[in-house]
């Protein structure tokens, strides 16, 4: 069954965040709709997964050190 967690709780001996949607069995789910730690829900569709785009990278100056940045002895 899948629930909604409404306040942070421990399920399944992991900590849950409110707001997080996790599927458990129904002896679990009921326990948690009767605290009134969760409500019902429905499974979650998956969200399409985008490619992240490329951000072009500046090009890397090739300089040299000049004579005045070095030490001299």
Avoid: H
């Avoid at 942070?8 to 129904?26: L, R, Y």
Wanted: aromatic share 2%; charged share 25%; no cysteine.
């Amino acid at each position: 069954m899948w629930i909604e967690i409404t306040r942070g709780v421990i399920v399944n001996k992991e900590p849950t965040k409110a707001g997080s949607i996790v599927e458990v069995d129904t002896s679990t789910a009921m326990l948690l709709i009767g605290m009134r730690r969760a409500v019902e829900t429905v499974k979650p569709e998956p969200k399409p997964v985008e490619a992240p785009a490329v951000q072009p990278t500046k090009p890397v100056s090739r300089r040299g050190r000049t004579s005045s940045s070095t030490p001299k002895d």
